[in-house]
């Protein structure tokens, strides 16, 4: 018994992985880490089949210097995205915090950060990368001394030049595709001429009002909402003189108990009216985000929607294309209104692309049902949106980390 129990002891001490974990002192030979087995030879030269020394902590933080993030151009290190490293005998375990769970680049950083610590040598025999996420708050929300959303950390709008073009149906599909990534979501229903949220989300009771004179939202699909769609009559018409549309998209943005949140997304009505003046006056925003079908007609609405937030001072984070092909039946794509024009027109505007969703059925059908996290689950549709998903949730970080956001001004000329 004491023999078996000796030997076990032995084993583990000279493990060398348990080197590093045991909490009894491994032996010193040559300062090197050595793995001993109980049937040895009594004459075996240990200093012949010794595993070289570990990595040091400082040598991986060394070599993590030297990864940047693809998007923000600058080291993990210095970045702040390295919360913990540990060495365990040949294994490196490196903790990364990303800035949103929808980070795009999440594959690379993984390669990035394994090749640059096996440079270290031989010494590591593997490399395991874990990832948590923290969206980071948009320096203008830390800022801001009048915020009237403090808890909010990322504030988008979801714009077109027109009306018909998908936005409502893109801000929708945003607002749940960063929420299935595992971030605190909320949408803002500001289409308050025409709310879509209702039937989009599904929603059927009115919201209620707490205590303190707060809404709270709906919740459904993974994300919280408001909407004034189901503060009124759902076929009354809404006709505001704009103090009024003022005050009504007022009370949404800041009369909704949201508590903390990782991004707000707005849904903006079509155009450029009286909203997205208040949007701007009243909230930090990190940035907006302009809808636009390929036809030529609608680049030009879409052009003058990008125009609109320039002049707002608030930045504009790219263009997506929606309805930009269809697939048929028999497989083929066709491009009903010209697949690609919000791509020419997002590069002459020196704009990222930042999605292309295609015309498909069943995006309509989810949408009149109410049901926008089965477009998530469809293999037609389930590339193209976390494609957008993580482009919008890349660029809202590089807005983010290299601090361009604005506190809109207005200079309307
Ligand atoms: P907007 O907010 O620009 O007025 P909506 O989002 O309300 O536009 O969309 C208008 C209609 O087009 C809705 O019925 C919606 O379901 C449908 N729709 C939007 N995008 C697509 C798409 N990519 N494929 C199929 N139908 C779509």
Not at 238 to 247: D, E, N, Q, T, V
Not at 269 to 283: E, K
Not at 304 to 333: C, H, T, W
Request: aromatic share 4%.
């Amino acid at each position: 018994m004491v023999a078996h129990n000796f030997r076990h002891a032995w084993g583990e001490l000279f493990n060398p992985a348990a080197c590093v974990r045991s909490a009894v002192p491994a032996p010193r030979l040559n300062r090197r880490c050595t793995t001993r087995t109980a049937n040895l030879p009594p004459n075996h030269d240990f200093r012949y089949h010794s595993h070289p020394m570990p990595v040091t902590t400082e040598q991986v933080y060394g070599q993590l210097r030297k990864v940047n993030d693809p998007e923000l151009h600058r080291d993990l290190v210095t970045l702040n995205m390295i919360k913990d490293v540990r060495v365990d005998g040949g294994t490196v375990h490196v903790h990364v915090e990303l800035t949103t769970p929808a980070c795009p680049l999440k594959d690379q950083i993984q390669n990035d950060v394994s090749t640059a610590v096996r440079e270290l040598g031989d010494e590591v025999t593997d490399v395991e990368v874990e990832f948590s996420a923290q969206v980071r708050p948009s320096p203008q929300q830390q800022a801001s001394e009048n915020n009237p959303l403090p808890n909010v950390k990322q504030i988008v709008a979801v714009g077109a030049g027109k009306g018909g073009v998908g936005k409502s149906t893109i801000a929708v599909n945003l607002a749940v595709g960063l929420a299935r990534s595992g971030a605190a979501v909320g949408l803002l229903d500001g289409d308050i001429y025409g709310p879509s949220l209702p039937t989009m989300l599904g929603l059927d009771q009115p919201p209620m009002a707490t205590q303190d004179n707060l809404f709270v939202p709906f919740e459904a699909h993974g994300i919280k909402s408001i909407t004034i769609g189901q503060l009124v009559e759902r076929e009354k018409a809404l006709i505001w003189r704009g103090p009024m549309a003022h005050g009504a998209f007022k009370q949404l943005a800041v009369q909704t108990d949201w508590g903390a949140l990782d991004y707000l997304i707005i849904d903006l009505p079509p155009g450029t009216g009286d909203v997205p003046l208040t949007m701007s006056q009243l909230l930090p925003l990190t940035g907006a985000v302009v809808v636009c079908t390929p036809q030529r007609v609608a680049q030009d609405d879409a052009r003058r929607a990008v125009r609109m937030f320039e002049q707002l001072n608030i930045p504009v984070l790219g263009v997506i294309e929606n309805m930009s092909y269809f697939i048929g039946d028999d497989g083929k794509e066709y491009d009903i209104f010209g697949r690609g024009g919000a791509k020419v027109m997002a590069n002459d505007m020196s704009l990222p692309l930042l999605g292309t969703i295609p015309i498909n059925i069943a995006i309509r059908v989810n949408s009149d049902a109410g049901k926008p996290s089965a477009n998530f689950d469809d293999p037609a549709l389930a590339d193209e949106l976390n494609q957008m998903v993580k482009s919008v949730a890349g660029q809202i970080s590089v807005r983010a980390m290299s601090g361009q956001t604005m506190q809109p001004t207005i200079s309307i000329t």
